[in-house]
């Protein structure tokens, strides 16, 4: 595909960019060879020998998308260059620009956090051709909160409760049904300000598939998308924007990744699950959402509200987006090994990061999505 100026699209202060450039890694690298002009790389010593041969002359591969996996995507593409050469420039802009990027044929992958709709595939399809939802990660979408006096964990949540949070149908922090569920705790006769995202977010998408299965009136009234009209509240774009503005707010409530929360020392509740079990966001409570479900060959299939005893109910997986017909083979196969390196390799760098590992049979069904990827009707990988 033919790539076209994308960095200037997207000039705002949120944006998290990762440029990694060759010559700016190398530190603990003893991977250096040197190649003759016109001639293909093999795999380095002790890489993945599923690995289709690199080309002799790296080239940069462009994405765009979701701001969920980002910090994840970034150590990747960090630890990919340094061994392999190749660089990857990203831009966490959101899933909606992801999936925009991608059927405009400016980057070479786009990245979401919620499954495209059938008009989203239909516009990509016509742009390149069929288009592939590689599943990566997963993770936790969590509440975070702003009441002075109560600690992170503190506070429990219900699906229904939540929703009608967010519906602004209970609209103080000492309402009888927020009381019931945390009889121990103090809460005041405060205003709830609700802050959710401005922007298409794939967070979003995840949020409200939530909220869509836990209550019919969020379903009817509002539904579920990167973007919806929310019934009030104050947006923020990206996590920084919803973040900052649940820290500065005095009895607010937003939705953030779980790592993003952790790493702002931001406080977040415990949330009961489909078993009645409250249950807090973790590595653990994250894995077990994925757990025990029948996944379809596409990989289109969202994970919340799991009937997993064990599961953090607003858990989603994230994917790379990208076209099946490719038309750079350098490019090509750049990509290729890299989402085959994530899924295998990669996966020793999620834990730390609070990031849960797809389960086996997922990345068997990736496998085979990520070999069905062609360059002039020949499959990339060996």
């Not at 990203?90 to 620009?97: M, R, T």
């Not at 009136?217 to 503005?245: D, L, Y």
Request: hydrophobic content about 40%; proline content about 6%; charged content about 10%.
């Amino acid at each position: 595909m033919k790539i076209r100026r994308f960095l200037k699209w997207f000039a705002l202060p949120t944006i998290l960019v990762v440029s990694l450039l060759g010559g700016m890694i190398g530190c603990g690298d003893n991977s250096n060879t040197t190649t003759p002009p016109g001639s293909t790389t093999t795999n380095p010593p002790g890489s993945n020998s599923a690995l289709a041969p690199f080309p002799a002359t790296p080239v940069a591969l462009n994405g765009a998308g979701a701001t969920f996996p980002a910090v994840l995507y970034q150590k990747w593409f960090d630890v990919f260059n340094q061994q392999y050469k190749v660089p990857i420039n990203y831009q966490a802009v959101g899933s909606g620009s992801g999936i925009s990027a991608i059927t405009g044929l400016t980057v070479d992958f786009g990245a979401s956090d919620g499954i495209m709709t059938d008009a989203q595939v239909a516009a990509a399809t016509a742009a390149g051709g069929p288009i592939l939802h590689i599943p990566m990660t997963s993770g936790a979408v969590v509440l975070t909160y702003n009441l002075p006096g109560i600690k992170s964990g503190d506070l429990k949540l219900s699906g229904d409760v939540l929703a009608n949070i967010f519906l602004t149908n209970i609209k103080k922090w000492n309402d009888p049904a927020i009381v019931a569920l945390n009889p121990t705790l103090t809460l005041p006769n405060a205003d709830i300000t609700v802050v959710h995202r401005s922007d298409g977010s794939g967070t979003t998408n995840i949020f409200t598939n939530y909220l869509s299965k836990v209550s019919s009136e969020w379903s009817t009234r509002v539904g579920s998308a990167n973007s919806v009209n929310w019934p009030g509240g104050v947006g923020g774009s990206g996590n920084a924007g919803v973040a900052g503005q649940v820290q500065q707010i005095p009895n607010s409530i937003g939705y953030v990744e779980l790592i993003y929360a952790l790493q702002n020392n931001m406080a977040f509740a415990q949330l009961k699950n489909k078993s009645g079990n409250f249950i807090t966001p973790s590595l653990e409570s994250t894995t077990a959402a994925a757990q025990g479900i029948t996944l379809p060959d596409d990989m289109k299939i969202m994970i919340t509200d799991s009937a997993n005893a064990n599961a953090y109910p607003i858990a989603g997986f994230t994917w790379i987006l990208v076209y099946q017909n490719q038309t750079n083979k350098d490019k090509g196969t750049e990509l290729v090994n890299f989402l085959w390196w994530a899924l295998h390799d990669g996966t020793s760098y999620e834990a730390g990061l609070q990031f849960a590992a797809i389960p086996a049979d997922a990345v068997k069904k990736a496998e085979v999505l990520i070999k069905s990827i062609k360059y002039q009707g020949q499959p990339i990988l060996p």
